[in-house]
């Protein structure tokens, strides 16, 4: 019989280690809030490239989820440009 395992999210099961599933996570959060400025304001995908300071195709890997597409420091700058300010918090694990 299969051992069946269980994790707390989807990135701790697919990352290699806790450090890398932190830091998958971080970018999925960064990713939705943007995403969600972007639907929020009704932009086209080029309107919104515009607004993020990216290509459009850039905008499209960032609306579809494409979370390996992205580092953290591409993510904070997309977001600064969009007038946001990232706020970090640290939890005791």
Partial sequence: ?????????????????????????ARSELMQKIADIVKQ???TQTE???HCGIS??????LLR????????????????ALGRRVHLELEVA
């Fill in 56 to 61: 459009q195709p850039r905008v499209n890997d």
């Fill in 65 to 80: 989820g494409r979370v390996s597409r992205f580092s953290l420091d591409a993510l904070v700058n997309i977001a600064t």
């Fill in 1 to 25: 019989m299969k051992k069946i395992e269980s994790y707390a999210s989807v990135w701790d099961a697919i990352a290699d280690s806790p450090e890398q599933a932190a830091n998958l996570r």
């Fill in 48 to 50: 919104a490239a515009s």
């Fill in 41 to 43: 304001s009704a932009w």
